[in-house]
């Protein structure tokens, strides 16, 4: 942990004395867009049955950067945007109710939804209009929310319940870490009028489970599809 730290700390230093040598040469912009996110999990008793049930959830990303020229074609890029992630599992089942006399069909459907503010920096390479980049990221958790939607069918009479719960941060067994960290790698391409379209990949490292039970871990994935303007 303290290493990602260290990283993070070099690699902002670095950006500000680039910053400072090359005044000239840096360009702002802002970006926004759709996030898919869903989550890695792993541990004991986690199975492959598991892992398929968690599907993407749909959420935003909007956020300022800095390119920070090192030469012609190679850039340093900080940034600052708000991040949504999380996931959702879907659970299906059906059982015979000897109480109700018939079937019982029933759909779980788990949203978690975690705002993030996160700090990016990339090492961009540039070329006719093309650019790649990749660099860690530091996040942070601002808010979240569990919702629950359940729906049970009985014959021909069907029955809808929803709650919704928000998530708290900390070390306790039910809250989660607020801290996220990983690398992120993206590719996109800049018309010459600043107009630029991106996609992005961030790959979480952090663990925000507190669950110490059968060495639980739970990490962010997230593919971004943004539109940005620089100018």
Do not use: W
């Amino acid at each position: 942990m303290k290493k990602i730290y260290s990283i993070l700390a070099f690699a902002l230093v670095s950006g500000s004395v680039v910053m400072a040598q090359s005044n000239d040469g840096v360009k702002f912009g802002v970006r926004a867009g759709v996030n898919l996110a869903t989550v890695a999990i792993s541990g004991d008793g986690i199975t492959s049955e598991d892992k398929d049930g968690i599907k993407s959830l749909t959420s935003f990303n909007f956020g300022g950067y800095a390119d920070i020229p090192v030469s012609g074609k190679f850039s340093i890029q900080p940034g600052l945007s708000l991040s949504g992630k999380g996931f959702k599992v879907t659970e299906m089942d059906s059982f015979e109710d000897e109480e109700e006399g018939g079937m019982v069909s029933q759909t779980i459907n788990i949203k978690t939804n975690i705002m993030y503010l996160e700090l990016p920096l990339n090492a961009v390479f540039n070329f006719n209009g093309f650019y790649f980049g990749a660099g860690p990221y530091l996040a942070y958790g601002l808010s979240g929310k569990v919702k629950v939607e359940s729906k049970a069918t009985i014959g021909n009479f069907t029955m809808n319940a929803s709650e919704s719960e928000s998530i708290k941060f900390g070390s306790k067994e039910d809250e989660i870490r607020a801290l996220d960290y990983g690398f992120n790698g993206l590719v996109g391409y800049k018309l010459e009028n600043g107009l630029n379209f991106n996609l992005n990949y961030g790959l979480g490292l952090g663990n925000y489970n507190n669950n110490s039970v059968g060495n639980g871990k739970t990490s962010n994935r997230v593919f971004s599809f943004l539109v940005g303007f620089s100018f």
